[in-house]
């Protein structure tokens, strides 16, 4: 079972939009307030600093994932996925945390990326324990003020600082 992260085509957008999980439509929906899904999926892409998508055997795309420079020093951090990230968790995760080390490196001044996850986004919430965030206590949050958990993912420290 192969899995590469690679940069985002064009072909990938509607491909992402028609296939994503139950979990991530209702998250994006509490989000943003409509269904528009292929609207959202280009909207993230499109405003992102930096962005990629970790693809299966047939370079289709099982998840995406980007950052958008929210203040000098803070990025918002989002992901979202199709069913068969289940699939490929681990190659994900693995492969996952040396692109946020590259985006802390890419983004000097960066000190954290956060975002809000739906509360009941589990899977999400695995990814995120595992790359290092700091999950918050549920608060409402978008248009709908469903429940949502913050999250902080704070830039470590380099081996070679001081």
Not at 132 to 160: H, K, M, V, Y
Request: aromatic share 14%.
């Amino acid at each position: 079972m192969n899995y590469a992260i690679r940069e985002v085509r064009e072909d990938d957008l509607p491909y992402l939009a028609a296939n994503l999980r139950s979990a991530d439509i209702k998250e994006l929906y509490a989000t943003y307030g409509h269904l528009r899904i292929p609207e959202v999926v280009r909207k993230c892409f499109e405003l992102s600093d930096r962005s990629r998508v970790g693809v299966n055997d047939s370079d289709k795309p099982v998840v995406a994932f980007g950052v958008k420079r929210f203040s000098p020093a803070c990025a918002v951090v989002w992901a979202f996925g199709t069913p068969e990230i289940r699939r490929y968790s681990i190659p994900f995760i693995r492969y996952s945390r040396p692109v946020l080390q590259d985006w802390f490196e890419e983004l000097p001044d960066i000190q954290y990326f956060l975002n809000f996850s739906h509360s009941e986004n589990t899977l999400h919430h695995r990814w995120l324990a595992w790359v290092g965030a700091e999950l918050l206590p549920d608060a409402p949050w978008g248009e709908t003020g469903e429940l949502f958990r913050p999250f902080i993912i704070r830039r470590q420290p380099s081996a070679t600082s001081d």
